[in-house]
């Protein structure tokens, strides 16, 4: 009887033992991009899985499984909810459904350092959660704007009956300047372009050309507005259950270390003008009073439509992420 007591309890520390180095063991996590390879908004992307594989040996690493051509970008929101993918390379603009306060990442111009600092960052993660079973890991990119570019030059700086690409992130900003906002995904874009579909399309200042969009486009219109966000979701489950106290450190280190490197954008951002003019692309600077009223406007549209969306949390997201003082 002692021997068999003795035997039960050496399977049970075995048992403990093997649990313990299961945990502890190197975890390979499944990612996915809403962006094509090789693009703007998917290399840095591309690079932190570089650096993580390089730097996180025994600790995680990344699979990247692929970009649109593996999974369409309104579809992947779902995916990391459901644990299909582990990892996103994505934007709230694809999972407004989900989560329509993602759409504050875009509006907001305050800058992540702050929002880390203000509570902002733990407020729109504790959203995420409760709504989409995602973890907000950080952002990519910040203090990059969108433009409206134009196959047709606006009569007066007016869109009114202009049909434009859009996404949910500016498309009460469009309806408000009397366009017709069409949503078309950014593969279809250039076709839409050619065959008149479209009459221009929102986008930021930087990645058409990754795209070839240029060769359809004859005006970029200023002043931009918002600010583009890119940022790295996780499911809530993976991030919990399928990684150790170490694991999560690392990739919170890792991530803030991307956060580092925001003004590279500044500099690509300009670089990105200038090849427009070289490109034939006019750059339409509105007049001072006009491109005040442009900015006015969408950020007039952008927080109306989070307090209709969330009239729980738009009070606490406008103290947080406004500082427009709208």
Same mark, same amino acid.
């Not at 049970?12 to 093997?18: E, F, K």
């Not at 313990?20 to 932190?48: I, W, Y």
């Not at 240029?214 to 809530?236: A, C, W």
């Given at each position: 009887?002692?021997?068999?007591?003795?035997?039960?309890?050496?399977?049970?520390?075995?048992?403990?033992?093997?649990?313990?180095?299961?945990?502890?063991?190197?975890?390979?996590?499944?990612?996915?991009?809403?962006?094509?390879?090789?693009?703007?908004?998917?290399?840095?992307?591309?690079?932190?899985?570089k650096k993580v594989n390089e730097e996180g040996k025994g600790i995680v690493q990344i699979n990247m499984?692929? $970009?649109?051509?593996?999974?369409?970008? /309104?579809?992947? %929101?779902?995916?990391?909810?459901?644990?299909?993918?582990d990892m996103s390379n994505s934007t709230g603009v694809f999972h407004a459904n989900l989560v329509p306060e993602a759409l504050v990442m875009s509006f907001s111009s305050t800058p992540m350092a702050q929002v880390r600092a203000n509570g902002g960052y733990e407020l729109m993660d504790k959203i995420h959660r409760e709504k989409a079973n995602?973890?907000?890991?950080?952002?990519?990119h910040d203090g990059l704007k969108y433009h409206i570019y134009t196959t047709k030059k606006p009569e007066n700086g007016s869109f009114e009956g202009m049909k434009l690409r859009s996404v949910p992130v500016y498309r009460t900003f469009f309806q408000s300047l009397g366009a017709l906002p069409l949503q078309v995904p950014p593969g279809e874009v250039y076709t839409a372009l050619e065959r008149g579909v479209v009459d221009g399309y $929102?986008?930021?200042?930087?990645?058409? /050309?990754?795209? %070839?969009?240029?060769?359809?486009?004859?005006?970029?219109?200023?002043?931009?507005?918002?600010?583009?966000?890119?940022?790295?979701?996780?499911?809530?489950n993976s991030w919990e259950k399928k990684l150790n106290d170490e694991q999560r450190a690392f990739l919170t280190d890792q991530v803030k270390q991307l956060e580092a490197r925001y003004d590279e954008d500044d500099a690509l951002a300009a670089k990105e003008?200038?090849?427009l003019i070289d490109a034939g692309i006019e750059i339409v600077e509105l007049e001072p009073k006009q491109a005040e009223e442009f900015v006015a406007k969408a950020n007039e549209a952008a927080w109306r439509a989070i307090d209709q969306a969330s009239p729980r949390y738009a009070p606490e997201l406008r103290k947080l992420f406004d500082n427009t003082g709208s």
């Open positions: 009887m002692k021997l068999q007591y003795k035997q039960i309890a050496l399977g049970t520390v075995l048992g403990l033992m093997a649990a313990t180095a299961a945990h502890g063991a190197e975890v390979t996590l499944r990612a996915v991009s809403v962006f094509a390879k090789d693009s703007f908004f998917d290399r840095k992307f591309e690079a932190f899985v499984i692929g $970009g649109p051509e593996a999974m369409p970008p /309104f579809e992947v %929101g779902n995916a990391v909810r459901a644990g299909v993918v995602m973890v907000w890991l950080g952002r990519i $929102g986008w930021p200042s930087v990645g058409i /050309f990754d795209l %070839g969009w240029q060769e359809k486009t004859k005006y970029r219109i200023d002043p931009g507005f918002y600010n583009v966000e890119v940022s790295l979701f996780m499911n809530q003008k200038q090849q």
